[in-house]
């Protein structure tokens, strides 16, 4: 099977249980705890009491009223008494189940909520170079279906581990106070069952996991084909794609037949042992009536105690494997959680003011991989309001500027301050916050319009909006749309032009209204109608800022103040557009190969 989707912590893990995990997985319980357990083993208890006690009395009902020995006449009156308790233990028994199943499910779903919002939130807060390693499929994956096998874990199982465990105790006392011989033969059988169970399962549970790591690739495939899918179908690369995901499909339904049938036969495994021990009881227990130690309705009983026995060890073997399950998911949830956001506050940092705007990079260094600089020595002086063009052959180093400008990755040596504030040693989110970003891939969230603009300032009114939207000319084309502002428009904005998404984001970055701007190939693959409408809107936009600019349209780059050029992370060359002209170097070739083209 190809590689492809494959990530290394997606592959099955099998490992010895971790009691430090465990207790950081269920110190979520914790909130919770002081409420909702107490009574949860309150419903426990009377579940498994009511539960115990009903053997005992149909043995009594057995032996005291329907064949009483002396005197030996049967007595209605005890045997309805005796029923009616049957059937009030019932009642309990019931009861205490549903509520027990409920404050179970409470907690485990308020386990699980909160779980979930401590990773998406961990989530957010982790810097690029954390994506940059892992595909967005295997993050999701984890997000969902590992959140999804714990939630068994909270919801049934580790209740059912304390039920099972009081049951069983519970039933081995009863069964060797009522007659330590028969009981002690019929236990005899439990190691046999357990061990059964047990080894039996971890085959199974492998085999399951197995079934999930198969199906956690066809996620990751899954995400990949739906986001590539333009490029497939633009390929007509369907076939060989369908192909790819059949081969996985195949893999994945052949380890599912495959856990099922040992599933299938686990079953009857079960039932054999247990019939072994039913066996046992049989013979010795005839014997023992025989012999006169024993009566017909301590039998029935013993029958009764025994039947109730296989049902906790074979859950508890079950819940076992659930666990390990659990805690494989827990691991990989943990591992996100541990995860440290590259960028993130100095002790101390201090909040940055509301900047001027000016910006110094000291013979910045930067390298993504170690040893392979993408940034070899950079010195810039910016002023407040001035604009900077970043040009350059592909590969040259300009988005890497643009991304160190908002910290989204740390300089490997040397300077990069705003307003003389070396940018490592201020808050994240106070400089982030007053650097507007428009990124080549101007990203639409699904939601109305209005809510995409808004996004630059979350409690900027209707009429702010709409005047952003006029400012940059987007008002013309949204008034245009179906519903106005309030238009839907889908996830990433498909319905929409290059152009029209680029006014969206113009009208974004203007509404937060910061003092330095970015703007990466922000003109890149437009008409030149829109263009100009852009050209204007981003005088607009510009007007007053710092902007760092990457653009490889001329138009863009001819007013800058300064353009910097790039080559293999050097700047080569500095100057405006004219100046640069004279020069005739790197620039004046670049330019001379734009007009080739035009
Ligand atoms: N996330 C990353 N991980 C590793 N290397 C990277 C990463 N992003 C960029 N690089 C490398 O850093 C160098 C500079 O890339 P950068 O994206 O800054 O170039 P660019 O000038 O913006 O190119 P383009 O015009 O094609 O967008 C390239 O050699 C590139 O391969």
Redesign the pocket.
Same mark, same amino acid.
């Given at each position: 099977m190809n590689e492809r989707f494959i990530y290394k912590d997606d592959e099955v893990i099998d490992q010895p249980f971790n009691w430090s995990q465990f207790k950081r997985l269920f110190a979520y319980m914790k909130p919770y705890a002081k409420q909702i357990i107490p009574l949860i083993v309150l419903m426990m208890i009377l579940g498994t009491i009511t539960k115990l006690t009903v053997p005992y009395l149909i043995s009594l009902a057995i032996d005291k009223a329907i064949a009483p020995k002396a005197p030996a006449v049967p007595s209605l009156n005890l045997l309805f008494l005796i029923t009616g308790a049957v059937l009030v233990l019932y009642l309990i028994q019931w009861a205490s189940n549903a509520y027990r199943i409920k404050f179970t499910n409470i907690i485990g779903q308020r386990v699980i909520y909160d779980l979930r919002a401590d990773l998406f939130k961990h989530i957010q807060k982790l810097s690029? #170079?954390f994506f940059?390693k892992r595909p967005a499929g295997s993050v999701m994956v984890r997000i969902t279906n590992d959140i999804n096998s714990l939630q068994d874990l909270f919801t049934n199982g580790a209740v059912n581990v304390l039920i099972d465990c009081v049951q069983l105790v519970g039933i081995i006392v009863i069964l060797l106070l009522i007659n330590w011989k028969l009981g002690l033969a019929v236990i005899l059988t439990v190691p046999l069952m357990f061990v059964i169970s047990t080894k039996l399962r971890v085959k199974i549970r492998r085999a399951w996991q197995d079934v999930r790591a198969k199906n956690s690739r066809i996620n990751s495939h899954l995400n990949e084909s739906i986001q590539g899918i333009r490029v497939t179908q633009a390929y007509t690369q369907e076939q060989e794609n369908m192909r790819f995901f059949d081969r996985m499909n195949m893999s994945s339904k052949k380890s599912w037949d495959k856990a099922s049938a040992m599933n299938q036969g686990f079953g009857p495994m079960i039932d054999i042992t247990g019939g072994l021990g039913s066996l046992i009881l049989f013979w010795y227990g005839a014997y023992l009536i025989q012999s006169g130690e024993i009566t017909i309705g301590i039998l029935v009983a013993f029958a009764n105690y025994v039947g109730n026995f296989w049902d906790p060890i074979n859950r508890l073997g079950q819940m076992y494997n659930q666990l390990l399950v659990a805690m494989a998911s827990s691991e990989r949830i943990f591992e996100f959680m541990d995860e440290e956001p590259s960028i993130a506050d100095k002790p101390g940092a201090k909040t940055l003011p509301k900047i001027k705007g000016d910006i110094k990079l000291e013979n910045v260094v930067f390298e993504? *991989?170690k040893g392979?600089p993408?940034l070899k020595g950079i010195s810039l002086d910016v002023h407040a309001g001035q604009s900077i063009a970043?040009v =350059? $052959?592909? =590969? %040259? =180093?300009? %988005?890497?500027?643009i #991304?160190l400008l908002s910290r989204f990755y740390d300089i490997t040596s040397g300077r990069l301050t705003v307003d003389g504030y070396n940018i490592q040693d201020v808050k994240v989110e106070s400089l982030r916050s007053q650097i507007g970003i428009v990124l080549?891939d101007t990203f639409i969230f699904s939601g109305t319009i209005r809510d995409n603009i808004r996004f630059g300032r979350l409690d900027a009114t209707d009429e702010e909006v709409e005047q952003a939207a006029k400012a940059v000319d987007a008002h013309e084309f949204i008034m245009k749309l179906p519903g106005g502002y309030e238009t839907e428009v889908e996830e990433r904005g498909s319905a929409l032009s290059m152009g029209q998404r680029q006014l969206l984001s113009f009208a974004r970055a203007l509404l937060a209204d910061p003092r330095i701007l970015i703007l990466d *190939?922000a003109t890149a693959s437009i008409d030149t109608e829109t263009e100009l409408k852009i050209q204007e809107a981003l005088k607009v936009l510009l007007k007053g800022r710092t902007s760092f600019m990457?653009a $490889?349209r001329l138009s863009t780059i001819r007013h800058a103040d300064n353009i910097i050029v790039?080559d293999h =992370?050097e700047i080569k060359e500095t100057g405006n557009h004219n100046q640069l002209m004279q020069k005739q170097g790197i620039y004046h070739g670049l330019i001379e190969a734009q007009f080739k083209f035009l």
């Open positions: 690029f #170079n940059d993504y *991989e392979r993408a970043l =350059g $052959h592909t =590969g %040259s =180093g300009k %988005s890497t500027i #991304n080549q *190939e990457v $490889h790039l =992370g």
